[in-house]
């Protein structure tokens, strides 16, 4: 066995902490709370240290001390993370901010950042000899686990509502995935998941119901500090569905700073949802500590169309803590500022990228950012893939 000298110790509740142990095969703790995975941090910061990460070639791979695969052999990677940080070469100027960043997800393997959690969640499940993953979904998620099980070897199946967008069907055919098509919503195909996966033996890598697609989205969070000389930059404007990388990068932050590289002080973190489906905002304007489920979600952007998550009170908790907020846009505004991430500054992006522009407009006339703030903008997703939808709203 060729290790990866992963520091990881255990699993833990992120409500309840009971603890599970890491080689077994896990999902949610018996009180529903999603998993999450342990470090021995002290061991990891032997290891590892900022200065050896900046040798490493840049793919999320490089903090694998940090990350949970034991054996290098069964990390499965199409060369996920290592996206490049652009700085705003117009829409900073026009909005008056000075240090205006987009973090480009777009150039991900299989087209948005979903690959960096599935390469994780492919690569453990490999690990643990799981042979079959089944996913409910309503795009990116599907092309990504659909890929990395192709590489790894590994079954796949993908559930989709029956309106899903064409591309999504055509790579999942083509990386070899069975695809079952629901009518109905993303939470008809969770539904139908979840009796395959009990009549017909398959695991399900679904948004915080396994513990890894997690450490695979907090990679971003070390990218940031890397990129910053880890000096945390002061906001992050994330598009938020699951919001696996809002609790990635918060869990991130905290290991940075358990090893020493960085100190107490955070972004403030922002969610930002569509106006039709918009639960994390409206149980943070609420003061709740968890969201209650949207009826009737609709948006143009599928990525952001998720009515109810595991992970809401890690969201909320975060988002507070960090003295941040919860935005909800609207469709014809996130559609504008697609176009206009395309149009000042090159970057062709699925409508959740749109999004969080608008979300950023929106704090600035609140007053909520500064001129001077170093601000991260999450384009999260490319837009080839999103064609129909876009040319429904061309320029
Ligand atoms: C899935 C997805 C999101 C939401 O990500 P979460 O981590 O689930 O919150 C945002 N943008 C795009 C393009 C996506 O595919
Ligand atoms: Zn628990």
Redesign the pocket.
Known sequence: MSSTNSAVTELYCAKCNHKYNIDEIHTLCTCGGPLMVDYDYKKAAGLITPQLLKTRPSTMWKYKEILPVKDDEHIVTLGEGGTPLLESKSLGKKLELDNLYFKDETVNPTG???AR?LGMAVSRARELGIKKLIIPTA???GSAVAAYSARAGIKCMIIMPKDVPAPFLVDGAYHGAEIELVEGSIKDCGAKAAEKVKSEGWFAVA?LKEPYRIEG?KTMGYELAEHFDYDLPEVIIY????????IGMWKAFDEMEKMGWIGSKRPKMVSVQAEGCAPIPKAFDEGKDAADEWPDPHTVAA??R?PGAVGDFLMLDSIRKSGGTAVAVSDDELMADTRELAAAEGIFA?P?GGASVSALRKLISNGLVQRSDRIVVFI??GGYKYLDVLQEYMP
């Open positions: 948005s950042f979903k959690g795009g990116n998620a948004t989205k598009p938020t569905g699951g919001g696996t990388g809002l990525g952001l998720v699925s959740e999260t997703g």
